[in-house]
């Protein structure tokens, strides 16, 4: 596992048990879709949702392998992309005021007359 090396693993785990059940060493559609065809059907059938980060072979892995379950994206990416494309945008617009981030993110009950 190396970040920004390409060299990534997909984690398989039962969140409401808290256990591990299996990491493949790829991230790649065809092995982990071959690893994951490996689990009996009743045991794929079984599988209501996943969650998963925002590569884009995913949804066609959790498809493929569990066709009861949604697909549900992970908070963590989600957060990090809007983040990435909201800095962005701040600065095409030059928007530098302290605090302009969480005028924009922040809870409309929070905010102040003065801000």
Known sequence: MRKGQQDFVTVVSDVEQGILIEVINSHQQAPVIERLMAQPIEVRQAVAEVSVDMWGG?????????????????????????????????????VTNRGSKFLLLGNGADLRADL
């Open 58 to 94: 995913f949804p066609k892995v959790v498809e493929s392998v569990f066709p009861n379950a949604v697909l549900v994206i992970d908070r963590f990416h989600v957060m990090k992309a809007v983040n990435q494309d909201l800095n962005k945008l701040r600065q095409k617009l030059g």
